[in-house]
């Protein structure tokens, strides 16, 4: 009988698995372990497997795997950076990752922060908490139908983002290095991230991050937005340059940013930090200044987001076993 062993599964996990495990009369076991040097002999025995990795994957593992008689390594996550594919193809590993395992999550997270922003919900809290239900300019707001998103980064959550504001009546513009056809009647291409952006009453990040694209958004590109312009960006931490963004802030180059994303949040996210001091200076920056919402990477975290990402693994995993190959594969 076919077994597949699951490194790194947490509780919430397991219900997943078991349910995959039935429908498909597969053995699968788990085990909360990552899987590292120390912890691949747990392997012996089993034919796949399946990790969410989020710091290294040692490269010594591959030849050990190949050893072991393992085709594979399914990450349940959409990165894939962790991987060093060259020595993993040189071992005959499969890697695979879940690129896409519910954009709907982070498109309706990402329009929520939108509203936050534009409906000044920060502030409201912030009055009803000390008593003060005076209707005052400071939480006047805007309706969307009347305002401009750029959205920057066309592709499964973008394409969802754009429609989202399109429902509303926005004017939704944007910018992909590869623009769809036929998307005419809800979003009008730019020809660059700066021409969208100059127009835009409220600029949306969905694209990856690359080297070229680090700190894309940095005081050049700020200086460009409209003063009264919200940044969104549920995409990644490092597309923004964070000292530029409160500087912008602050000299009021644009109105407010709301990021369920920060650039060097691995050491803190996710964790509870309760009572501890946030050693990070800026982080701590961003965290208390009072134009910025910040959530820690939550946008993907809903049900069926959890279920897909185990279960679409272990899809993954069950093909390369049964075929040797498979769609999500990245090597
Ligand atoms: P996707 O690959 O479907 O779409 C990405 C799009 O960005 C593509 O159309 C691509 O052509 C475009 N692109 C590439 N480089 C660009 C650039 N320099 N400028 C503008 N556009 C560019 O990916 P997706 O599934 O839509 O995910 C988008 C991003 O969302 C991911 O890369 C990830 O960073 C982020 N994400 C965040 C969370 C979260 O929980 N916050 C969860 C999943 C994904």
């Known amino acids: 009988m076919t077994k597949i062993l699951c490194f790194n599964a947490n509780e919430e996990r397991i219900p997943f698995i078991e349910e995959w495990a039935a429908t498909h009369k597969i053995k699968v076991d788990y085990v909360s372990e990552f899987l590292t040097l120390e912890t691949v002999h747990m392997l012996e ?14 490269s010594n593992l591959y030849p050990i795997l190949k050893e072991m008689g393992i085709k594979q390594v399914a990450q349940r996550t959409a990165g894939y950076e962790i991987f060093d594919l060259e020595e993993a193809s040189k071992n005959d590993i499969i890697i695979t990752n879940v690129p896409s395992y519910s954009p709907e999550s982070i498109a309706e997270y990402s329009l929520m922060l939108g ?22 300019q400071d939480i006047r707001a805007r309706v969307i139908k009347d305002m401009t998103v ?3 980064g066309v592709g499964h959550i973008g ?6 504001y399109k429902a509303f009546g926005a004017n939704v513009i944007g910018y992909d290095p590869y623009p769809k056809a036929g998307l005419e ?10 021409d969208a952006v100059k127009q835009a009453d409220l600029v ?3 694209m990856p991050a690359f080297k070229d694209n680090y700190h894309l958004f940095n005081d050049e590109m700020f200086k460009l937005m409209k003063n009264d312009a919200y940044l969104v960006n549920c995409a990644r931490g490092t597309l923004v340059d964070t000292s530029s963004l409160l500087n912008a802030l602050d000299a009021k180059e644009i109105a407010g940013a709301a990021l369920d994303v920060y650039e060097n949040e691995a050491p803190y996210v996710p964790g509870n930090h309760e009572g501890k001091e946030i050693e990070d200076s800026l982080f701590k920056e961003l965290l208390e200044h009072p134009k910025v919402t910040f959530y820690h ?3 993907y975290y809903t049900d069926v ?3 897909n990402m185990t279960q679409f693994a272990l899809d993954a995993t069950l093909e390369i076993l049964q075929t040797n190959d498979t769609n999500y594969r990245v090597n």
Do not use: P
């Not at 025995?45 to 040692?58: I, K, L, M, N, Q």
């Open 150 to 152: 750029a959205v920057i």
């Open 159 to 164: 394409l969802l983002v754009a429609k989202l």
């Open 115 to 136: 509203l936050q922003l534009v409906r000044k919900s920060h502030q409201l809290d912030k009055k009803v908490a000390v008593r003060d239900f005076s209707w005052t």
């Open 185 to 194: 009647d809800i979003i009008t291409f730019c020809d660059s991230v700066e």
């Open 204 to 206: 949306s990040l969905h």
């Open 305 to 307: 987001s959890v279920r």
């Open 297 to 299: 990477h939550c946008a």
């Open 45 to 58: 025995g089993y034919d796949g497997v399946t990790v969410a990795h989020v710091g290294d994957f040692d």
